[in-house]
DNA sequence: TTTTTGCTAGCACAGTCATGCTACTAACGG
DNA sequence: CCGTTAGTAGCATGACTGTGCTAGCAAAAA
């Protein structure tokens, strides 16, 4: 059963529709010419518009999750740090359609109660990807000093990550990177 | 001429629409109502939505900048660094409703592409602003580091707002602060 | 075979949308 | 006095919305 990958396109669709005209443009029938499916299909796999919506939000958590967890743990934990942060950055077109859509649908949290909990649970998930990180880095177990540590890590990620996507997409990318290899290493060997 | 005043009062409206039911429920008759007013005495003042909304950003942009920029200067570089970064996070209930309406706005940007404009305007003016700080804090005239710690101190304040967003208003903000004090600091005397 | 099931397709309805348009009121300048 | 102007109000139109509903179609199950 394949069902799964026809709301997955669907959900991808959905991205399409946010990314090229705003998440005011996300309707139904928008959403099924996109995927090139009648409407009664796409009603068939999600009943309400609200469902389709937060398969999408859900789906997207996933894949980034995912991707996350796939990065393979080198020997330097500084540089395997790096490496999660540039994925967790909009450095990819991938990576930075998935903010936008991000964005998006925090935007529209007000009309979709359910999309909060998605958003919450996700933030949860990167705040304490965060603190592992900077467990990792410091070299000692979790105190207060490093969930600050961590906080700071996480509002620089998340700042950093709004910048680039107001830069072209075009647009040197190498300074964010620098920060954030920066940071890294101030916390590494900062608490000496 | 209180024409000014009745726009203004108009644009408010659209904040209070988008904070309680969303961007997508912006629409000229649900502002008209929000407001008081008829569909026609709305569209004598705005024409269009495009219109309205693009005001209603602009005028949150200007209110925004004038709060900051009437913060008195101390003769605490420090602590007038840290009133205005205080102004610029969403630690009240007036400056969180502004943030909500910002990113709502954001997400609308590929629907009303004027809107990027005013947002461009804005970042680049917040960046001007922390380069300024970090100047000041410094000590010295403006060099490539003083622009990679004023990037690092504007991607801190996006970052801290957005978090600071996710928790409820409710909950307990000193820790914001602390980071951002922490930050100052370190840029006020780390370069020895 | 017949029946059930998963899916596609689309019609119909009631509602909302932005916007063009006219009509009415009231203030002000001549 | 009249004409002009600014503002208020609302009607009409054509498009788009979510969703309830029926109907067809193909494969699997009975």
Redesign the interface.
Known sequence: MDRAARKARLAQAVWQV????????VSVRSVAEEAGVAVGSLRHLFPTRAELLEFSAELMVQRARERIRDIPRTENVQQYALEVVKHLLPLEPDSRAELEVN??L???????PKLEAI??HA?HQLGEACTQLVGMLAGRPRDRQIE?EA??L???????A??LL?EPSSQDTG?AV??VRG?LARIAGGAA
């Open positions: 946010i990314r090229e005209r705003g998440i005011g443009a964005i998006a925090i935007a529209e949290t007000p009309a979709l958003r919450d933030y600050e906080r700071r996480h509002a620089i990620i998340d700042g950093l709004i910048h107001m300074w620098a920060i940071e």
